[in-house]
């Protein structure tokens, strides 16, 4: 795919800091230039001064858990929360991609996408997160994924849930004592 031109956003300005100049749906007309960036958070502030980029955001990838969204607020990056927080998926999602059998991270509103075939995620202890934390599981090819709760932990009152249909989902929200609720 190639990489689409950008358009300019006000007076022949372009880029992820132009101005919109009250005129909003110009954002949405076209692509929105975002930076990507294949180092790690640790590295992010060295290489982009949060302070030269207030109000933008930036992909960040995280290799082991995948890319995770960060915006500047001028003193400091840190991940991107579309609103809302809590265990409504309104917080920033964090992506784990798992080829095999996997427990998965802790991580709130985590998004396990799984492209191996027949194998088992395990879930972390519902009591060792917040009542609210979620989950979700998606998996993207055949075969198989098996949903396992932590130890006594139950799905919806399930030991273990399936997903065996191609680009199926699962989400899943901790009540915080030894039981994740299916939404």
């Not at 692509?31 to 958070?41: E, F, K, M, R, Y």
């Not at 198989?144 to 709760?149: Q, R």
Request: hydrophobic share 40%.
């Amino acid at each position: 795919m190639v990489r689409p031109t950008r358009d300019t956003i006000q007076s022949g300005v372009n880029g992820w800091d132009g101005s919109t100049n009250d005129n909003f749906i110009r954002i949405f007309d076209g692509p929105l230039a975002i930076a990507l960036h294949t180092g790690d958070q640790s590295d992010l502030e060295s290489t982009f001064a949060a302070a030269a980029f207030d109000k933008c955001l930036i992909w960040v990838d995280h290799t082991v858990d995948g890319w995770t969204l960060y915006s500047s607020n001028g003193t400091t990056w840190s991940a991107f929360s579309g609103g809302g927080g809590g265990g409504g998926g309104g917080g920033p999602m964090t992506i784990q991609y798992v080829t095999g059998t996997a427990t998965a991270d802790s991580d709130e509103n985590l998004l396990v996408v799984c492209t191996g075939t027949t194998y088992t995620v395990t879930l972390p202890s519902a009591a060792a997160v917040d009542e609210g934390h979620r989950i979700t599981i998606k998996r993207v090819t055949s075969g198989t994924v098996t949903i396992d709760g932590d130890s006594a932990d139950t799905l919806d009152a399930f030991s273990s849930l399936a997903l065996d249909v191609a680009l199926m989902s699962l989400s899943l929200v901790s009540d915080g004592i030894s039981n994740w609720n299916v939404v």
